[in-house]
């Protein structure tokens, strides 16, 4: 078999892609789930630390008389603060947004910080001085922006200094600095589990974007994502890859004349029958209209058209195929390469029909002058069975669905904690009241939490109920009296215990909802307040360090949420838009037409369906290539959105069928519309168009659809009709 296809070896990974950048100094944040990047992410941290030093610069003038010592630190938490300030002002500029994805401007920013308080620390109380609290949130902000390589190594990092400080200045006694340290892993463990829930929301959400809903396989952009990551990991090792292109032969005449819900049927029961006969690691998706492709990895050109001819048998039970194969001859091969000569052998077996399935062979020249390159692990993606098997189609992720065990694993982590201070109060020495108080929260505060736990774990559907809020309520009352309590037993303000209420705000901030966490803050603060008003006075001079540090946890824990619904939110804007063509795909369409249709029934105004059937479309694909009917089906599209500024709502349901819902009047509006349309696309395509308006012509989408496709196919006999005619006149 010839070779066919001759291009450059693929570039590099994405991994040797960061080495390269980091050596520059300009990593960008290409990790998965990372949330490096964002203005938020760049801007809250310099904010945080101006705020926090210049709150420094405060305490250490309320702390009182002042030597040599304090002095320089008022001058350097100034200088820190107007520093910092300046950085995040500038984070709009030219130079901030070149900077903004910078892995080392994090790391630097954060080793400076770091510094200071260590510096503070040796220069006050060791672990036992209140400027430690600082060293917690930092590590899980740590945990939280960075990938999780690069926030392993600053959790090593801030663990090894503060055992440094302990061991330079030892005021803190062994359990003291034994729960120092564990402060700052459980903060890490804190910000990290937000990393993961946010890389679990993009994973869900990418999900949803990436599969089909008629045929519940990977769409076009699902698909290219798996060829791309195929590609780039070496083929298996050196091995083959196969990729098949499959062609429904007379799909376009069951639509003409069954309707579309008898091709949508069709295409359903394809997406069930073409995986019967493949590999279990090959991928399956659907590329559009009745078009299917399926990848194939460590498949000989033998072996892939045996496959080819296997799906076709499969398929012939109710309807014909053509495939076109391609496989990689080398181990360097572009997927530009194997779809363009996968769709060169399905244009050969359109040609000649009695082929069927064609193999053709695609490759590169280059690979024989580049040693292999070793394989990349594929793990599994997530499914869109897997998110059916949750209940119906999550057309937006439930909460539980994306964080999972994420946010169980930190409300367990917090009982954990609670528990520890309970037997710390049960076997120390302390008799006194704050010590009996931690002793009778210590059950409710751990029964609580993992009560907590247990919803989130599976048990997503309480989260808005009554019950909830009143676990939650108490939770969050009974953790910050417990925490308040243990700072009254270590002496007030200045425990280093008090960083556990930075840790719950910052938890509470980044996955609850504004509500919830609203409710928590008002607990966190009440435990706060009964330590100022029961703690000794000469500790107030601390009130605005932790006033400071208040802020930046929750402002920080902001970031983890907002990330969240960001990439949410994009990712199922993806979701609900057609790849191609870039306008409503059937979810979004049929979304959006029902809202359509809500607001009508409420306002008791009409509205028009305009559907549109091609002339001819599947002739483009067979003769000219799908690559000239991916193109005029662009080109309909722009027609859609340019001819209807004031549309509702454009789709393209698949194939060569699309849909405009638009404003009209009454009946002869609609007509004229579409009338209109039919002009517009001349000069583009001949198109049937049809139309149908609510509430004359149904009261359910369901109903508008199949009126509008009937007259669409009555129109278009009629023209064929008329066509005829006049070549026989």
Same mark, same amino acid.
């Given at each position: ?179 120092? &340290? ?161 769709d060169a052998a399905l244009y050969m077996c359109k040609r000649d ?39 119906d189609f999550p057309t937006v992720p439930e909460r539980g669905i ?139 001079? &601390? ?67 305009l559907a549109l059937d091609l002339d001819d479309f599947k002739g &483009? ?28 709502? &454009? ?79």
């Open positions: 078999m010839a070779v066919i296809g001759q291009s450059p070896l693929p570039k590099s990974t994405a991994r040797m892609q960061d080495r390269r950048l980091m050596a520059s100094g300009r990593t960008r944040a290409v990790h998965e789930g990372s949330i490096l990047g964002r203005r938020d992410v760049a801007l809250v941290p310099w904010l945080a630390i101006c705020g926090v030093s210049a709150m420094i610069a405060v305490s250490t003038v309320l702390r009182g008389p002042a030597g040599h010592v304090d002095r320089l630190v008022l001058c350097v938490a100034i200088a820190v603060s107007v520093t910092t300030g300046v950085l995040a002002a500038m984070q709009d500029t030219q130079l901030g947004e070149k900077y903004r994805g910078s892995l080392w401007i994090y790391l630097l920013g954060s080793f400076g910080l770091l510094v200071t308080l260590t510096a503070l620390q040796l220069r006050g109380g060791g672990l036992a001085d209140p400027y430690f609290a600082g060293n917690v949130l930092l590590a899980a902000y740590l945990g939280l922006v960075l990938p999780t390589t690069w926030a392993r190594r600053s959790l090593a990092v801030m663990v090894t200094t503060a055992l440094v400080v302990q061991a330079i200045r030892p005021d803190a006694d062994p359990v003291e600095a034994l729960i120092s &340290v564990g402060l700052i892993v459980v903060g890490w463990l804190v910000g990290a589990l937000g990393h993961m829930a946010h890389a679990r929301a993009a994973a869900v959400a990418r999900a949803l974007s990436s599969y089909d809903q008629l045929t519940s396989m990977l769409n076009r952009r699902g698909f290219q994502a798996q060829v791309e990551l195929a590609t780039n990991g070496g083929a298996h090792d050196g091995e083959p890859i196969a990729l098949l292109i499959i062609d429904l032969d007379g799909f376009k005449q069951i639509n003409d004349t069954r309707g579309h819900a008898a091709g949508d049927e069709i295409l359903a029961w394809c997406g069930g029958a073409i995986p019967v006969a493949l590999p279990h690691d090959a991928e399956v998706g659907r590329l559009g209209g009745d078009e299917f492709a399926v990848l194939i990895p460590g498949a000989s050109p033998r072996h892939a058209e045996a496959i080819a001819r296997a799906v076709r048998e499969e398929l012939s039970a109710r309807i014909s195929a053509s495939i076109g194969v391609a496989t990689s001859e080398t181990r360097a091969v572009q997927p530009i390469d194997l779809f363009r000569v996968a029909r009695t082929l069927g399935v064609r193999a053709l062979v695609a490759g590169s020249s280059v690979d024989a002058h580049h040693p292999a390159r070793p394989a990349r692990s594929r793990r599994r993606p997530l499914s869109y069975a897997d998110l059916r098997a949750t209940g994306i964080y999972g065990w994420l946010v169980a694993a930190g409300f367990v982590v917090i009982a954990a904690a609670g528990f520890v201070v309970v037997v710390d109060a049960i076997l120390g020495d302390g008799s006194g009241i704050w010590t009996t108080l931690i002793r009778w929260l210590g059950l409710p505060w751990v029964g609580w939490n993992l009560a907590l736990a247990w919803i989130a774990n599976g048990h997503h559907r309480l989260v808005e109920g009554r019950f909830y809020w009143f676990i939650l309520l108490g939770c969050s009352i009974s953790l910050s009296v417990g925490v308040g309590g243990a700072m009254l037993m270590a002496g007030g303000l200045t425990a280093p215990i008090g960083a556990a209420l930075f840790l719950k705000l910052m938890f509470d901030a980044a996955v609850l909802p504004v509500r919830s966490a609203s409710t928590t803050l008002a607990a966190v603060l009440f435990g706060w307040g009964m330590v100022l008003v029961f703690g000794p006075a000469e500790q107030l001079w &601390v009130v605005p360090y932790h006033l400071s540090i208040f802020g930046s946890a929750i402002a920080m824990g902001a970031i983890g949420h907002r990330a969240f619904d960001d990439v949410t939110r994009h990712a199922l804007s993806l979701a609900r838009t057609d790849d191609l063509t870039k306008v409503s795909n059937r979810l979004g369409f049929e979304e959006q037409a029902e809202a359509a249709l809500v607001a009508a029934r409420a306002e008791g105004a009409p509205f028009g369906l &483009v694909n067979d003769t000219q290539g799908h690559a000239a009917g991916d193109e005029l089906l662009q080109r309909v599209a722009a027609v859609l959105s340019t001819t209807f500024p004031d549309a509702q709502v &454009v789709g393209r349901l698949g194939g060569d069928e699309f849909v405009v819902v638009v404003p009209v009047s009454e009946q002869d509006d609609a007509i004229a519309r579409a009338r209109a349309l039919a002009l517009a696309l001349r000069s583009v395509a001949g198109a049937s168009v049809g139309h149908a308006v609510f509430p004359l012509d149904g009261e359910d989408l369901d109903a508008l659809l199949l009126t509008a496709d009937h007259r669409s196919y009555v129109e278009k006999r009629a023209r064929k009709a008329a066509t005829e005619t006049a070549l026989k006149g």
